[in-house]
C-alpha cells in the first residue's frame, strides 16, 4: 500500500490475534485507519521512493557535473602553515620577495665519510651534485665547499641545499624527486654514505597502504554480521559509497577557493564514509522496525525518514557545526580543512534523504534476501501497544545500569579521567623528519645532520633584516656579532644581500632541536631582547622565520583562540540540542560527555605520543611532539561524532519518555533498543579511522589514533554506561525545561513516535470511519 493513498494500522490483541510478544500476523489480518499527513522528510521520502530512477540520474549527473568542475577549475593541496600576521610570515613574504631563487623548497643534501675534505671525496660529491642540478625542478645547488659552505667542524660530514623551482613540495612531481634519491643512491659506495632530507622527499617516501579500502571491506563484514543479509548490508555501503564519490569529487573545487592542506582530502573522505555507513546503519535498522510492525516498504520509507531521518538531520548538524568552529582559528589550512569536511558531511546529509529512499524503491521489498548461514536472531517482537520489544540482552544490561547507576557514573568518570591524564604532560610541537622511520633516507639525514652539527642544524631559523639606506654594514655587522653572543646559538652564518642590497639573510643554527623547549625560548629571546637592542637607532626592520618559527607561531595563534573554538561549538552545539530534544539538562550533560570523551581521546593519543612499547606498536619509535592544530582539528571531529550517538540515544529515549512519561522506563528502552546500532556503528567507525593509522604521515596517523580511541570510549563507556546512569540519577529532571522556552522553541519531532503511523485497531470488526 502506498503511504498517504491507503492507510497503514498496527494490530492489537484479540480473539485471534497473536498472543502478546509475538510477531505481527500477515497483511490479510490488519485494519487501516488513514494515517496523519507525514513531514517535510516523509514527502521528500515518498518523493524519492516513487521517482527513484530519475533521482539515481540526478546523483549520477551531479557526480559527472562535480568531476568535471574539479578537473576544469580544480586547485591543488598546500602544504606548510602560518600564522596571519606573525613575525615568521612577514620573513617569508620577505624571502619570496628578495630572495627568489632561495624562496623554493629545499632538498638537503648530507654526505658523510672519513674526510669529506679528501680529493676523492671532494671529486664524487662534485658529480653527484653536478647530477642532481641537471635534474628536472632543480633550480640551483649550493657548493658545501665553497666560502661560507657547510662542512662540520670534525670533517666527516657535509651538507648542501638543492633548490627546487616549486615553493610547495607537493608541487614536486614524486618521479622527479624519485630520480634525485635514485642519483643519491648511486653515488654511496663503502666508505662514502648519502642521505637526501626535506619535505618533498618525505611524500615521495611515504607508502600507499591502500588501507581505506581495507577498512570498507571490514565495514562491510560488520554489516553483514549485524543484518545477516547481503542486500540490507549492502544498502549503507551503497549510500556511502555515492556520497563520498561526489565529496571526492569536490575537493578541487574546494581547493581552488580556499587552502586545503594536503592531509584534508583524507579526512574528508574517512570522515564520509564513516558518516554515511552510520547514518545509513541507523536508517536501516528503523525501516527494517517498520516493516516489522506492519508498513508496506514505500510507507516504512516515509515512516523511516519522518523518524530516523531527523535523527540524521540532527546528527549531522551537530558535525557541521563542529567543524565550522575551525573557521574561528583564523587560519588558512584550518579553513580548508573545516570546508572540504563540511562539504563531505552536507553530501552524506543529502544522500540520506534522498539516495537512500530511491535505493528502497529498488530493494525495500527485497531487504533481508540473499541471507548469511548466520544462527537467526529472534524475529522482531511487538508488545500489545504496537512498539517494538527490545531485545532480551540489552534490556538486562539497561536494567543492570539502573540498579547500580551510583557505581556506573563513577566508574565511568574515573574512566576518562584515568585515560585523559597522560594529555597534561604533553609536548606540542611540529613533528618532524626525526619522527619518521629509521629506514626512509629523509630521516637518515637528519640523523646525520645532528649528529656532525648538532640537533640545531635540522631546524635553522632564518633572519631577515631589511636594511634603510641611511644605515651602512655596521649594522648588520653588529646584529650579526649580538645574534651569536646570545645563549642558545651555535653558528651564525654571514649576512647574504639580494640583489638590491636592501635585504640581508642571515641563518642562525639553535644548540638545541627543533623540538625543544629551548628553542623556543630562543626565538622568543631573539625577537624580545637580542634584535631589538641591537638594531637601536637605526631603521633595520628584522624578522625571524624558518620553519621551526612559523611552527612557533602557529602554536601561539591556535593557543590564543582554543578557548573561542570550544566554548564556540559547545555552545552552538547546546542550542541545537536544546531545540531537538526540549530540554536543558539534556543539552548541558551531553556537552560535558563529550568533552569528557574528548579529554579521553588527547590522552589516549599523547601515551602513543610518548613512544615506548605502545607507540612502536603503530609506528611510533621515538618521542613525538603534538602539532597544536592536531588536537584542534580533533577536537571538532570527534565532539561532533560523539553528537551523533548522543542524537541516536536519545531520540528513542524520548521517543519512550513522550509515549509513557516513565522515566527510568525510558532510559531502559531507549538504550535497549540503541544498544545494538550504536555498537555496529562505532565499530564500523573503529575500522574505517584505524585504516588511517597505517600512514607514514605523523599526522594522518594521530588523527586515526584519536578517532579510535573516542569512538571506542564513547560507544561504551559514554553512551552504555555514563549517560544512562546520570540520567537515571536525574530522573524526571532530564526533561526540564522553562515554560518560557517550552511556548517559544519550535518541535523538530526528532523522536520517532509510532503512534504517528500506527493507530491501534482490531482485527474482528472493520474500523470506523473517522
Known amino acids: 500500500m502506498r503511504y498517504g493513498d491507503a492507510t497503514i494500522a498496527s ?131 649550493e657548493d658545501p665547499y665553497s666560502a661560507g659552505g657547510t662542512i662540520a667542524p670534525d670533517g666527516r660530514t657535509l651538507a648542501a641545499r638543492v633548490y627546487l623551482d616549486v615553493t610547495n613540495p607537493n608541487d614536486m612531481p614524486v618521479e622527479d624527486t624519485e630520480r634525485l634519491l635514485a642519483a643519491a643512491g648511486a653515488a654511496e659506495r663503502d666508505g662514502l654514505e648519502v642521505a637526501l632530507g626535506g619535505r618533498a622527499v618525505q611524500l615521495a617516501e611515504a607508502t600507499q597502504s591502500g588501507s581505506e579500502l581495507i577498512g570498507l571491506l571490514a565495514a562491510a563484514v560488520i554489516l553483514l554480521i549485524m543484518f545477516g543479509s547481503v542486500v540490507a548490508a549492502g544498502l549503507p555501503l551503497a549510500m556511502a559509497i555515492g556520497a563520498l564519490a561526489v565529496s571526492a569529487s569536490l575537493v578541487g573545487v574546494v581547493a581552488a577557493v580556499v587552502t586545503v592542506p594536503d592531509f584534508a582530502p583524507i579526512i574528508g573522505m574517512t570522515l564520509g564514509i564513516a558518516l554515511g555507513i552510520d547514518y545509513a546503519l541507523l536508517l536501516v535498522t528503523r525501516f527494517r522496525e517498520w516493516r516489522a510492525v506492519g508498513l508496506d516498504p514505500e510507507a516504512a520509507t516515509v515512516a523511516t525518514l519522518d523518524t530516523a531521518g531527523r535523527a540524521v538531520l540532527v546528527a549531522g548538524g551537530t558535525v557541521l557545526v563542529s567543524m565550522s568552529g575551525l573557521f574561528a582559528v583564523g587560519m588558512s589550512i584550518m579553513n580548508g580543512t573545516a570546508v572540504v569536511t563540511m562539504v563531505a558531511t552536507l553530501v552524506v546529509v543529502v544522500a540520506a534523504v534522498t539516495l537512500f529512499p530511491a535505493l528502497l524503491g529498488y530493494l525495500g521489498r527485497r531487504i533481508d534476501r540473499l541471507r548469511l548461514p548466520l544462527p537467526r536472531r529472534r524475529a522482531a517482537q511487538v508488545a500489545p501497544d504496537g512498539h517494538l520489544v527490545p531485545a532480551a540482552g540489552w534490556s538486562r544490561w539497561s536494567g543492570l545500569v539502573r540498579r547500580h547507576k551510583v557505581l556506573a557514573a563513577v566508574a565511568g568518570v574515573a574512566v576518562l579521567l584515568a585515560l585523559a591524564a597522560p594529555f597534561l604532560g604533553v609536548h606540542f610541537g611540529l613533528p618532524d623528519a626525526g619522527n619518521d622511520p629509521e629506514d626512509t633516507s629523509n630521516r637518515q639525514a637528519y640523523d646525520m645532520l645532528a649528529e656532525g652539527f648538532g640537533p640545531g642544524e635540522n631546524g635553522p631559523l632564518l633572519v631577515v633584516a631589511q636594511v634603510s639606506p641611511a644605515d651602512d654594514e655596521a649594522a648588520l655587522r653588529r646584529l650579526r656579532a649580538d645574534l651569536g653572543d646570545t645563549a642558545g646559538v ?27 623547549a629551548a628553542t623556543e625560548d630562543l626565538v622568543q629571546n631573539l625577537r624580545d631582547e637580542v634584535i631589538p637592542a641591537a638594531t637601536a637607532g637605526t631603521r633595520t626592520d628584522v624578522h625571524v622565520g624558518g620553519a621551526t618559527a612559523a611552527t612557533i607561531d602557529v602554536n601561539a595563534l591556535i593557543a590564543g583562540r582554543l578557548a573561542l573554538l570550544i566554548g564556540g561549538v559547545v555552545v552552538v552545539s547546546m542550542l541545537l540540542l536544546l531545540v531537538a530534544f526540549r530540554s536543558v539538562v539534556i543539552a548541558v550533560t551531553a556537552a560535558v560527555m563529550n568533552l569528557l570523551s574528548v579529554a579521553a581521546a588527547y590522552g589516549v593519543v599523547a601515551f602513543f605520543l610518548e613512544g615506548g612499547w605502545a607507540g612502536r606498536l603503530v609506528g611510533i619509535d621515538t618521542a613525538t611532539p603534538m602539532a597544536a592544530f592536531v588536537p584542534v582539528i580533533m577536537f571538532a571531529l570527534l565532539f561532533g561524532l560523539s553528537m551523533d550517538y548522543e542524537v541516536f540515544l536519545i531520540s528513542r529515549v524520548r521517543e519512550s519518555w513522550v509515549r509513557t512519561r516513565d522515566n527510568s522506563r525510558a532510559i531502559v528502552s531507549g538504550l535497549a533498543s540503541t544498544g545494538r546500532v550504536i555498537t555496529a556503528a562505532a565499530a564500523i567507525m573503529i575500522v574505517v579511522f584505524a585504516s588511517l593509522v597505517p600512514s607514514d604521515q605523523v599526522f594522518i596517523k594521530v588523527f586515526g589514533l584519536g578517532m579510535v580511541a573516542a569512538i571506542l570510549v564513547d560507544a561504551t563507556v559514554i553512551r552504555m554506561l555514563l549517560v544512562p546512569a546520570v540520567m537515571h540519577l536525574l530522573g524526571r529532571s532530564n526533561w526540564w525545561l522553562p515554560r518560557g522556552l517550552e511556548r517559544r522553541l519550535p518541535h523538530l519531532h526528532v523522536e520517532g513516535t509510532p503512534d504517528a503511523f500506527l493507530r491501534p485497531v482490531t482485527t474482528a470488526e472493520p474500523t470506523p470511519s473517522r
Not at 129 to 137: D, F, Q, S, T, V
Open 490 to 516: 651555535a653558528a651564525v652564518s654571514p649576512p647574504r644581500l639580494n640583489p638590491a642590497g636592501d635585504t640581508a639573510l642571515i641563518t642562525v643554527v639553535p644548540t638545541t632541536g627543533p623540538q625543544e
Open 11 to 141: 494490530v492489537t490483541q484479540s480473539t485471534t490475534a497473536p498472543p502478546t510478544g509475538a510477531a505481527f500476523p500477515p497483511d490479510h489480518h490488519r485494519r487501516s485507519p488513514g494515517p496523519p499527513r507525514p513531514g517535510p522528510l516523509g514527502r521528500l521520502a515518498g518523493l524519492a521512493y516513487r521517482r527513484r530512477g530519475r533521482v539515481l540520474i540526478a546523483w549520477a549527473v551531479g557526480l559527472v557535473f562535480a568531476f568535471g568542475l574539479s578537473a576544469a577549475f580544480g586547485g591543488e593541496t598546500a602544504n606548510g602553515s602560518s600564522a596571519p600576521g606573525s613575525d615568521s610570515e612577514q620573513a617569508q613574504r620577505l624571502l619570496a620577495e628578495r630572495f627568489p631563487a632561495q624562496s623554493g623548497d629545499i632538498v638537503r643534501v648530507v654526505v658523510r665519510a672519513g674526510d669529506v675534505t679528501g680529493a676523492d671525496v671532494r671529486r664524487d660529491v662534485g658529480a653527484l651534485l653536478g647530477e642532481l642540478g641537471r635534474l628536472p625542478h632543480v633550480a640551483s645547488v
